[in-house]
């Protein structure tokens, strides 16, 4: 990704599917990794795998619980040079029954877990004049699908959040990228396919289609190396130009997939 010797990084989702690939990367090139993420047990499982990498329970929904993670790991650890921001739920609901107070929460994560390690971290990046954030939006932020109206939702605040931000600290000396990856075949997607998921979903599970992890990651690596704003990786992008250029057919493909 880039030279994080003896640095000090954050990983939310740190204990699992891709943050737990890039916390591994990350103490192994040297780093010292802090992973955040709410199941105490993978935390450790991960933590143990490495004595770069030091576990925090954090429920990234609580801005107070985040701030106070984060605090100790600048007092622990040292000054926060990278924030991956991985973490996220992505249940499928058709939008009929999913629950106000189900998509609340789901905001209070993907969202507002977003602004609130994001903003953890920023300000004293900016005093320093050096940092890097590397948020994961998503694909279907922009691409949408039936059955997932709510996490589409999420993922196209975070996808407006980040790139308004980028442009706004651009001369501040920190970096921040927003990843748009597509389905990946990690826990999150298994979560999807547990609920009500879309076809499309279930079809390339089935079919092995869905993005390999260690691949993605290294895609994205690739994008960061090349200093991108927004890294599409695989056939994220795409996916990208045909909703944005073919709406309908875009439409009619993946409903298909409901029949």
Known sequence: MIDMSSKVAIVTGGASGMGQITARRLAKQGAKVAIFDVNEQALQ??????????????????????????ATVASELGPIELLVHAAALMPGHQLIDHTHEDMERLFRINYFGTTY?????????????????????????????????????TKAAVNAYIEVLQNEIRNTGVRVHLVCPPAV??????????????????EAKKSGRLGDPEKMID??????????DIIYPKEAKLLYLWRAL??????????????
């Open 117 to 153: 390690m994001v903003r953890s971290v920023l300000p004293a990046m900016i005093e320093r004049g050096e940092g890097r954030i590397i948020v994961f939006g998503s694909i279907a932020g922009i691409a949408l699908v039936p059955k997932m109206g709510a996490y589409c939702a």
């Open 185 to 202: 075949n990690t826990p999150l997607v298994d979560q999807t396919i547990s609920t009500d998921t879309p076809g499309s979903i279930i």
């Open 45 to 70: 499982d991960t933590a143990a795998e490495s004595d770069n990498i030091t576990a925090y329970r954090c429920d990234i929904s609580d801005l107070r619980d985040v701030e106070t993670r984060v």
């Open 219 to 228: 895609a994205i690596e690739k994008g960061v190396r090349k200093d991108k």
């Open 246 to 259: 073919l709406p309908k057919l875009w439409w009619k493909v993946v409903m298909n997939f409901e029949k």
